[in-house]
């Protein structure tokens, strides 16, 4: 009798859980989907408190409300996606050398950093990124340097862990979307690009729900475009916006608003995004 009690608790709590993911992935979507909602990415999660790109960034994201995480992947040599921003790993580690000459048996127990403290932070691989964020945050998948192998290992593991409609495939070339998107038409595909030209030709795909545009040629009226195609604007507050947080509470991000199109904000302070962006009244 007892065992089938603590069976039956056991169920009730997965499927409480499995609810409770389902829930905030169909709120995540519904969000996704209304223009109006600006949403808010967590470039690298929230690494000023924690090692960048770890559980414990990631976690903070999800725990305070951000909607996007942006991750850096890389493939080591021996073909497994790990969770880093840099070719190298002394930066960020205890550890040294390029992740493309190291195998992964020589990273899984390196120490995560936090500028010059080693923490209790392990490099993550990206199925494990997966597992913990499922149903809970969208993932920005910056993949740094991916060759077909890894191209091919990274759509195995998304369809495999079943993460299809919370990913975003970032593209620093937009040429190559046809080719991403036919691997998976269900994986958001988000093309960086580089000029007026270049928004344009992205127009053309109509599968593009998301593009990433630069201050030097944005203009609300090549923008509007984008938008009244229904694509999210994303723009990112590193460097020059979030200085100017650092020295006036929200200058930075008030300053984004400039550009009228604007809905996705990607910056190294989203608690303070955040707080701006409710106050505002623009994630209602």
């Known amino acids: 009798m007892k065992n089938n009690i603590l069976f039956l608790l056991a169920i009730t ?9 389902n829930t905030k992935l169909d709120s ?15 470039h690298r999660a929230v690494h000023d408190k924690y090692p960048e790109n770890s559980v414990e960034a990631i976690n903070e994201a999800i725990r305070i409300g951000v909607d996007i995480v942006e991750i850096d992947v890389r493939e ?8 880093m921003h840099d070719s190298s790993i002394d930066r960020s580690t205890n550890g040294t050398g390029l ?11 390196l120490k995560l950093k936090i500028d010059d403290s080693i923490t209790d932070q392990k490099i993550l691989t990206l199925a494990e990124v997966f597992q913990f964020t499922k149903g809970k945050i969208f993932l920005d998948l910056d993949f740094k340097s991916l060759s077909e192998r890894g191209a091919k290992t990274a759509f195995k593991l998304i ?4 993460v299809e409609k919370e990913v975003i495939f970032y593209l620093y070339d937009y040429t190559k979307a046809p080719k991403i998107h036919a691997i998976n038409p269900n994986v958001k595909i988000m ?7 270049d928004v344009e030709n992205i127009l053309k795909y109509d599968y593009i729900t998301v593009i990433q545009v630069d201050d030097r040629f944005y203009t609300d009226n090549l923008l509007k475009k984008a938008f009244d195609k229904g694509m999210r604007v994303w723009v990112n507050a590193l460097g020059d916006y979030d200085d100017m947080e650092t020295v006036e509470k ?8 400039d550009k009228k199109y604007i809905n996705v904000i990607q910056t190294d302070h989203p608690q303070q995004l955040l707080d701006y962006l409710n106050m505002k009244g623009y994630r209602n």
């Open 13 to 21: 709590i997965i499927s409480l859980t499995s609810y409770a993911q």
């Open 28 to 42: 995540l979507i519904t969000n996704y989907n209304n223009q109006d909602y600006v949403m808010a990415v967590a």
């Open 76 to 83: 080591t040599k021996d073909g497994k996606l790990i969770i």
């Open 99 to 109: 992740v493309k000459d190291l195998e992964w048996k020589d990273l899984k127990n």
């Open 159 to 162: 369809e495999k862990y079943q």
């Open 191 to 197: 093309p960086r690009a580089y000029s007026a030209e």
């Open 250 to 257: 929200y200058s930075g991000f008030e300053k984004c608003f």
